[in-house]
């Protein structure tokens, strides 16, 4: 295998078509070595057909892939330096958790001694937090102890990249905010590439150093999780990664830097424009970026009545409605003050929206 690339994961022009149906577009992308990288996107839009072109449990329709900087087409899944964590685990029902943990170990040629074999499995048991479940059987496990040991299993031979296919989405939230912790320090202490799949937005910012948001087999933004929440590339990305209100608006008075954005109902918004010409655009504004007050403040802003609330604890959640706009959502959180005051349902209020709060899209061809 080839040490000296930059890139664990490589992929060169990949296409995957099954039949007439192509579920990724011709596609270049690169995973740097030891990083945490999540395949963000809904259902079909190809993330997990990336992963299991990397496995080697699909062959690309085009292009390459290349692991450590070796082509690896035509190589079985069992011959790269991957691993795999399955959604549903793929655990062996009837062999306990230490031989659940060894049975690759026992594939490897030439063989490993038993002795090796014990000393890896005890390991990678302890890095999982199991050492005292050897010999307890898979049934007997919770749903997040049998994660664990299939994650202790995929990471017992030391692969080059760990793959995890939505490896969270059995548990309920408690756990999977727990495992989330779990497998951050994992990657932090084992020091090789992960890739997650997920259409879980959360999951993915919360726990990767970069995301790939992928849309209809394309890949439509690959940057941090930070630059994916606080500048999406496009309206989809905007809208599917976390809450957002998506207004049009018609764009006037723009110089470069700073424009007028002119609302469906009439109201005009002073904007951050970046470099957007004048005409039609789209507007995305996420949630918390709005400033709620009782009507008759200085805010200057929109004007609307709330709808529904729904009290978070150190938020409120708001619907407004905006007459000529429609509902606009708003996200209320406390300050160290206080408790911040709640409005109710049919209270009229004020919405600020600050210029460097939406972002912008043009809607022209």
Known sequence: MNTGTEFDVEFRAVAKRFGA?????????????GSFVALLGPSGCGKTTCLRMIGGFEQPSAGRVLIG???MT??????????????????FPHFDVETNIAYGLRQIRPRLG??????RVGEALEMVH????????IHEMSGGQQQRVALARAIVNKPRVLLLDE????????????????LQNLHRDLGITFL???????EALSMSDRVCVMNAGR?????????IYDRPANPFVADFVGKTNSLTAVLTDADGRRATATLANGARLPVVSEGIVNGEVALSIRPEAIRIAAAGGETGGLRGTVTHRIFLGASAEYSIAVPGIGNILVLSGRDAGGPAELHEPGTEVELDIAPEAPRIFSLQT
Request: hydrophobic residues 40%; proline residues 6%; charged residues 30%.
């Open 21 to 33: 149906v192509t579920a990724v577009e011709e596609t270049d992308f690169q995973l740097p070595r």
């Open 196 to 202: 997650l799949v997920t259409h879980d937005q959360e």
């Open 74 to 91: 035509g190589v079985a899944p069992y011959r790269r330096p991957v691993n795999m964590v399955f959604q549903h685990y793929a655990l």
């Open 114 to 119: 038993d002795a090796e074999i014990a000393r």
């Open 219 to 227: 890949i439509v933004q690959f940057a941090s999780p930070r630059e």
């Open 167 to 182: 490896p969270l989405a059995a548990l309920d939230k408690k756990l999977r905010i727990a495992m989330q912790m779990e």
């Open 69 to 71: 900087g070796e082509d």
């Open 130 to 137: 199991l050492d005292r479940f050897a010999r307890r059987r």
